[in-house]
């Protein structure tokens, strides 16, 4: 089936570090790839996707490519702020035309220190 | 537009009793879904709804039941609630229109059963 792994944290850093959260994937087909981020006490917030092979999200500094050779859609920015500090999800979607619900990691907890 | 709105924020239950979560958007999509969230579990799928008037289980279903009467909203009821049920229960909507599947999510309900 389709799953998604993602590495766990919690990951500490400090400000202006550089960060990369890993994910990789299952999936049959051509699935679409998604980040999303919860502040704390927040639901879940769209960061950045990518619909096919090489396509790269961006958002907020954040960065992901999706690499179907590795199946992989690692998260990366350059330069992280306090501000960054949330659980971070990568999902997947295995199914053209929506109506095949989102697999989740399990999340990725980031506290950026000043 | 409020998006994804939900009900109660927070609610705690004894053993045995019954409620009903609420979750109404105003985007006018035809998908909803109904999650969960456990530490270290990330978001598990527990019902979702293609259409008004249409239910389908998902990946942890046991114990709840949905209801989807009218487009904007999808209730998701507890009959007899169980500490097993304590968590952070999340609705998203999507677009059915939007191959890629993006969700969007409310700001969740914390449940707490003694």
């Known amino acids: 089936g389709n799953s998604v792994t993602q590495m766990e944290g919690p990951v500490t850093l400090s400000e202006e570090a550089f960060l990369t959260i890993n994910c990789t994937y299952t999936a049959t087909g051509y699935p679409s790839l998604f980040w999303y981020v919860q502040y704390p006490g927040e639901g879940l917030q769209l960061l950045l996707k990518a619909t096919k092979a090489d396509d790269k999200g961006s958002n907020k500094g954040f960065e992901a490519t999706y690499r179907k050779e590795t199946t992989s859609f690692h998260l990366e920015k350059g330069s992280v702020q306090v501000s960054d500090s949330a659980v971070y999800f990568c999902?997947?979607?295995?199914?053209?035309?929506?109506?095949?619900?989102?697999?989740f990691g399990k999340g990725t907890r980031l506290s950026v220190i000043a | 537009n409020a998006g994804v709105t939900q009900t109660p924020k927070f609610r705690v239950l004894k053993t045995g009793q019954s409620m009903t979560l609420l979750c109404a958007q105003d985007m006018n999509h035809e998908y909803m879904y109904w999650y969960r969230q456990d530490p270290g579990m990330g978001l598990r799928l527990i019902h979702y709804s293609v259409g008004e008037g249409t239910t389908a289980k998902g990946e942890v279903p046991d114990g709840y039941n949905v209801s989807r009467l009218k487009k904007q909203n999808f209730l998701l009821g507890l009959e007899s609630a169980a500490p097993s049920q304590t968590s952070v229960y999340f609705c998203?909507?999507?677009?059915?229109?939007?191959?890629?599947?993006?969700?969007?999510f409310g700001p969740g309900t914390r449940l707490t059963v003694l």
């Open positions: 998203a909507s999507s677009d059915r229109a939007d191959s890629y599947n993006e969700q969007f």
């Open positions: 999902a997947l979607s295995a199914s053209w035309g929506g109506n095949t619900p989102l697999v």
